[in-house]
């Protein structure tokens, strides 16, 4: 007798199709069992079952969103396997080394990983320097910045994508990601041809990291440790920053990111030591500004930058 063939029409289904008769003893090849019930896998019934590690989700289906459960890495949406469940990633780096597939693009992220409230959207650069980097942050101009710039979040909706767009800033909260989840910073150009990094200090701390407010007689006083810089370019170059990651020198304007040439925070032109100025004009915390903690990069292409007391236009990474 010849044996019946069985087939089955369902949208939105994955399924075995065995051409054996009933009572023949065939199993189902992908799930390696002879469960029936096992050869039809629905991804729109709104039952778990087949391979689903959630209700129509992972497995064979789609990804699932956060919160639902999860065996491995590819069961989650653009986020990660936790215990099994699916929770946001803490930074681009995490989600990079648990979905390398991923491309550059805008993934939410939650840096202390308690959750609502505290994760964002922002860019990731999934492929630079071998990706994971996290868009904390952009200026274009000389901004007094210095009460919120990558300690509060402002216009951060525009980290949604790379371009520095001009005249303004937008940045998110980044000291927790700053301090607990990276060991690098990067400053760049909207679209990451040029770039320079540099590792983070030892010794920083949530609570004065990138704190203006701390004053220029205690940032003055931390040690400075050597830090090496390296460019898109492949060139290095010795420079200094402390455990508050603020330009020490008290007519800088108490600059951030920065890496000085020297351990009094000053800077030169021409040279991978970097500061983006945050301080336009006046006096505060003990700094003033000569003009001179504005020396970073004013432009995507000049690289780096041939003078100081210019406006900056970067874009600031964590990793």
């Known amino acids: 007798m010849r044996p019946?063939?069985?087939?089955?029409?369902?949208?939105?289904?994955?399924?075995?199709?065995?051409?054996?008769?009933?009572?023949?003893?065939t199993t189902d090849a992908r799930r390696g069992d002879a469960d029936p019930d096992a050869r039809l896998v629905s991804c729109t019934d709104q039952t778990q079952n087949g391979d689903e590690t959630d209700v129509d989700c992972g497995g064979s289906c789609a990804p699932c969103a956060v919160g639902k459960m999860c065996t491995a890495a590819g069961d989650c949406d653009a986020s990660i396997c936790d215990?099994?469940?699916?929770?946001?990633?803490?930074?681009c780096r995490e989600l990079h080394q648990a979905l390398p597939a991923l491309g550059d693009a805008a993934y939410a992220i939650d840096p202390d990983g308690t959750g609502a409230g505290t994760s964002f959207a922002t860019y990731c650069?999934?492929?630079?320097?071998?990706?994971?980097?996290?868009?904390?942050?952009?200026?274009?101009?000389?901004?007094?910045?210095?009460?919120t710039w990558?300690?509060?979040?402002?216009?951060?909706?525009?980290?949604?994508?790379?371009?520095?767009?001009?005249?303004?800033?937008?940045?998110?909260?980044?000291?927790?990601?700053?301090?607990?989840?990276?060991?690098?910073?990067?400053?760049?150009?909207?679209?990451?041809?040029?770039?320079?990094?540099?590792?983070?200090?030892?010794?920083?701390?949530?609570?004065?990291?990138?704190?203006?407010?701390?004053g220029q007689s205690t940032i003055n006083g931390a040690t400075d440790d050597a830090v090496t810089v390296t460019t898109s370019s492949g060139a290095t170059m010795g420079c200094f920053q402390n455990a508050y990651g603020i330009l020490p020198f008290n007519m800088h304007g108490g600059s951030y990111?920065?890496?000085?040439?020297?351990?009094?925070?000053?800077?030169?032109l021409g040279d991978n030591c970097f500061a983006v100025g945050v301080q336009a004009s006046g006096n505060a915390d003990g700094f003033s500004q000569n003009g001179n903690g504005f020396d970073a990069p004013s432009d995507e292409a000049t690289w780096p930058n041939p003078a100081y007391n210019i406006s900056p236009h970067v874009a600031v990474w964590l990793r």
């Open 4 to 25: 019946a063939v069985i087939a089955v029409f369902c949208a939105g289904c994955s399924f075995h199709v065995s051409a054996a008769g009933p009572g023949d003893g």
């Open 83 to 91: 215990a099994s469940t699916c929770r946001i990633a803490h930074h």
């Open 125 to 147: 650069d999934m492929t630079t320097d071998g990706g994971g980097w996290t868009l904390v942050g952009k200026v274009d101009g000389k901004q007094t910045m210095y009460t």
């Open 150 to 214: 990558l300690v509060s979040a402002v216009n951060a909706a525009a980290l949604l994508t790379p371009t520095i767009t001009a005249n303004g800033y937008a940045c998110v909260d980044a000291v927790e990601l700053a301090v607990n989840g990276s060991t690098e910073i990067r400053l760049s150009n909207s679209t990451s041809t040029n770039w320079a990094k540099w590792p983070l200090p030892a010794g920083r701390a949530t609570s004065t990291w990138w704190r203006h407010s701390v």
């Open 257 to 268: 990111p920065y890496a000085a040439k020297n351990t009094a925070g000053n800077v030169d």
